[in-house]
């Protein structure tokens, strides 16, 4: 398994922190209603939305298709379509009923908005940069328009564009601060770390309670070769949030290399108390900890991965390579095997022969080996 250094995994946790973290622009059914036309359109509008805000998105949906044969000209009924389908991850139907919706009110750029943060979800970038284009026409003042444009954008590669249009966004309200975070991303990408940690220093400084902020300096700093301010902005970003473990992976990749791994070892442990209970969130967090040479953490997230999920392989995989690490190889082997056998049950052959050469000690696994595939 090839192993990133600790800046890298920090940098994948920031990014996709902030390229992630939006709220969905999209119109909710509680706004999806219209002059009623008859006590049936108000009664199904009731419920749809009392249906909606009770996470019961199925069976609002019905009740709204119910809704569109009674008024078929209601752009808003189309758009509270469009939320339920959003609700549900299906972002082609989502897409396609705010289609619906802007051909009956062109001019709507909460619509506009809610059509792009669709495109984007379906990774059509470019369609949905241009659709947050038309929001801004309209709607040239919404921070979060901006913010949506700036995310794409960066999606694309185009950072300096980005950088631009968040910018703007911070010069007309820069809400909670996370604005900056993006602006820091985009100079960081352009390769220009002295302005992305400056930008982060001010707006620590301008929102002083905003954990996240204070983690992403502190990961820019760690990237600078600056470990113990680094250090100094995790710890306070700790105690903003004190429940968020991955500033609690940050701060004990950095005692350990500082060679303090008792102290360490207890901020890795406090970061699997407050990991997410999924089986992508365990591996993750093993994986990071490998990052570290952090093995009996890493352990015992991956056994974790295995009890979510006991018949995928790669926990398997990933548990024998951190018991491998610790020293401890009759049980890497024993893991191996069960990866084996569930590579093998999947018909993935490739699997099968690098578990193999794991087992027999020949070599370690191929650096293209991507056992997810």
């Known amino acids: 398994m090839k192993k990133a250094n600790g800046f890298q995994v920090a940098l994948m946790i920031s990014t996709g922190i902030l390229l992630t973290g939006l709220v969905p622009l999209v119109a909710s059914p509680v706004q999806a209603q219209h002059s009623p036309q ?6 199904l509008l009731r419920q749809g939305r009392d249906l909606a805000e009770s996470g019961n998105y199925q069976q609002a949906l ?11 000209s209601n752009p808003k009924i189309y758009s509270g379509i469009g939320y339920l389908y959003a609700a549900l991850g299906q972002y082609a139907e989502a897409a396609q009923a705010y289609q619906y919706a802007l051909q009956l009110e062109p001019n709507n750029a909460a619509f506009q908005a809610a059509y792009a943060h669709c495109l984007a979800q379906m990774q059509d970038h470019r369609n949905a940069a241009a659709a947050y284009q038309r929001a801004l026409q309209l709607d040239p003042r919404n921070v979060d328009y ?28 820069p809400k909670d601060g996370a604005v900056y975070g993006l602006i820091a991303t985009t100079l960081l990408e352009q390769n220009q770390m002295g302005r992305a940690v400056e930008t982060l220093q001010r707006a620590t400084q301008q929102f002083p309670r905003n954990g996240k902020l204070w983690l992403q300096l502190g990961i820019f700093l760690l990237g600078n070769n600056q470990p113990d301010r680094a250090l100094s ?29 008792q102290e360490a070892q207890t901020y890795f ?11 992508e969130g365990q591996i993750a967090l093993g994986d990071a900890l490998m990052s570290y040479e952090a093995f009996t ?27 491998r690490g610790q020293g401890r190889n009759r049980e890497a082997i024993e893991n191996w095997r069960i990866a084996q056998s569930l590579f093998e049950r999947a018909g993935n052959r490739e699997g099968v022969r690098e578990m193999q050469a794991l087992i027999n000690g020949d070599r370690d696994v191929s650096p293209n080996f991507r056992p997810f595939n």
């Open 38 to 43: 008859s006590q049936q359109l108000r009664d």
């Open 62 to 72: 019905e009740v709204y298709r119910q809704a569109v044969f009674i008024d078929r």
């Open 146 to 173: 901006y913010l949506g444009l700036g995310v794409v954008l960066m999606r694309q590669g185009a950072h300096r564009q980005a950088q631009e249009v968040l910018e703007r966004a911070a010069a007309i309200h």
């Open 233 to 261: 902005a995790l710890e306070t970003a700790a105690s903003h949030e004190p429940r968020n473990g991955q500033i609690q992976l940050q701060i004990g990749g950095i005692l350990q290399r500082q060679g303090q791994r």
């Open 269 to 279: 442990f406090r970061a699997a108390s407050l990991q997410e209970n999924t089986f």
């Open 297 to 323: 953490p890493a352990i015992i997230a991956y056994r974790r991965a295995t009890e979510l999920g006991s018949n995928n392989p790669v926990a398997y995989y990933r548990l024998g390579m951190a018991l």
